[in-house]
């Protein structure tokens, strides 16, 4: 139990005892601590409060621990946060409906007997900057809403809705999907990834969450190895950590992961996640060499491959290559897609490829855990993809996103010249950016979230120490107006 009594000064003349032991992240118990502060009136308007230096010195913290704890109080509305003249309360917008501290449900003590996947769940998310951080929290890149096919889905439902052969609607045990749109789905994916199955190899699943669940169900034990991307998605290390493998993180460059370090490794590897066509945030496309490379390495080490698919049907300069899983003669990739970055809000299923060698398995498994899959969802899809509408969308929205992408490039070189480098390759919804400036990285961020700026640290998605100062820009929703002011926000933000 660390405890700091304050001096005489206001910003100090209160108590924050931080419990070490606690599930509750550090960050949130000083948040509280000063959020009971100023609620019961030791702490008035315009109050200075310390330092981040000051007071990480003084609980003997991290300064980017202070940094979200400060940034979670202005998010709630009980501080002003200043790039020169640092933090002070403003009480007085909050009014008397403030919302009160929250506190853990677990206290310590409390006698719970969690399964080793709850243990483990507790400590990553007390430990993980990916799941305490309040700006992450809020982090969705998806596709621009306006641009939705809104009209053309109703329409197709209420098509479905009205039909007159009912037995389309009887309880039927097919926990893959529904047959025709997985015989869609297989045929579009050949015309478009060049991706090798049947019908009966595709999985559907109602969120594109659970597919890798189900895989780590079925291949993963503790103790296991399993190997990932660096950089790479933060949630797909998360939740090999959660099954209690031992993640292997090998790095990538612009011809994306660095396959020759496979070769170094001295444990077996049960597992080798991949995102081929985008290396999430960098947005770098594996090569063609790599990818024989690697298939041929998993042939020979008896490894399955995930392949995610992820954000292949955005690309704006590179034509795409073929997907891992058709160039496969080893029955080694599980290949993972969704069309969330198509379609979001309208439809989150999510599909899976499976090899013939884990489909029996799989289907005992699918069985079980998701055999009930929302009909109506599935008979659109399947009507969507036949009638064309879904590939002459990809195209449509993909000739949009390039256009906004570039004119948010043009647009933040002419604006901050010399203090912003673009990183990332031309897909994607995202654009990652190193910024030149004074403040610290917690300081941009908190300045950002301040004015609603759409604006991300890349950090989560590390394993290795990533570079200060590189954010990541979601540009989906950027046009006309709205970019011109984004760009100005920032630049007024670095100034």
């Known amino acids: 139990m660390e405890q700091f009594k304050g001096q005489s000064a206001s910003r100090f003349s209160f108590q924050v005892d931080l419990d070490t032991n606690s599930i509750v992240p550090v960050y949130t118990q000083i948040a509280n601590a000063y959020r009971t502060a100023i609620l019961g009136g030791q702490l008035q308007d315009d109050d200075l409060l310390p330092s981040l230096n000051e007071l990480a010195e003084l609980l003997r913290v991290s300064r980017s621990t202070v940094a979200r704890a400060f940034e979670a109080l202005a998010s709630q509305g009980y501080i002003k946060i200043h790039a020169r003249s640092g933090a002070k309360v403003c009480r007085r917008y909050l009014g008397d409906l403030a919302p009160r501290p929250v506190h853990s449900n677990y206290q310590q003590g409390d006698h719970v007997h ?135 993180a090998i790095p990538t460059d612009r011809d994306g992961l660095c396959v020759d370090q496979l070769e170094q490794l001295e444990e077996k590897i049960k597992v080798l996640y991949v995102s081929p066509s985008y290396v999430d945030p960098t947005g770098a496309i594996l090569s063609m060499p790599r990818r024989l490379q690697l298939l041929e390495w998993a042939k020979r080490t008896r490894t399955f491959i995930v392949e995610d698919d992820y954000a292949s049907e955005y690309r704006y300069k590179a034509r795409p290559l073929p997907s891992l899983q058709g160039l496969d003669h080893g029955d080694v990739v599980i290949h993972l897609s969704c069309l969330w970055k198509v379609l979001y809000p309208v439809l989150r299923l999510g599909f899976l490829v499976v090899p013939r060698s884990l489909r029996e398995i799989f289907t005992l498994a699918k069985g079980l855990t998701e055999n009930d899959l929302p009909l109506f969802d599935q008979f659109a899809l399947t009507d969507f993809i036949n009638d064309g509408s879904l590939e002459r969308h990809i195209r449509r929205t993909r000739s949009i996103y390039a256009k906004r992408r570039d004119a948010l490039v043009e647009s933040l070189k002419s604006s901050l010249e010399d203090k912003v480098t673009v990183l990332n390759d031309a897909a994607g919804f995202e654009l990652l950016i190193r910024l030149k400036t004074t403040l610290k990285e917690q300081e941009v961020l908190t300045l950002a979230r301040l004015h609603r700026l759409p604006l991300f640290s890349s950090q989560p998605h590390y394993v290795s120490q990533h570079s200060s100062g590189e954010f990541i820009i979601p540009f989906a929703e950027l046009e006309d107006d709205s970019l011109a002011d984004y760009v100005a926000k920032l630049r007024s933000l670095l100034s």
């Open 114 to 248: 969690l399964s080793g996947y709850g243990r483990r769940l507790l400590k990553l998310s007390s430990e993980s900057v990916y799941f305490d951080s309040p700006e992450l929290q809020t982090y969705m890149s998806g596709p621009a809403l306006e641009l939705t096919p809104l009209k053309h889905w109703k329409t197709l439902l209420e098509q479905n809705c009205r039909m007159r052969d009912l037995s389309r609607l009887e309880y039927s045990q097919e926990p893959f999907g529904y047959p025709p749109l997985r015989e869609a789905y297989a045929a579009y994916l050949k015309r478009s990834r060049a991706v090798k199955c049947s019908a009966e190899q595709v999985v559907v699943f109602s969120a594109r969450e659970l597919r890798l669940d189900l895989i780590c169900r079925m291949l993963i034990n503790p103790g296991d190895c399993v190997v990932v991307e660096d950089p790479g998605y933060p949630d797909v290390r998360q939740r090999f950590e959660l099954y209690g493998a031992k993640v292997i």
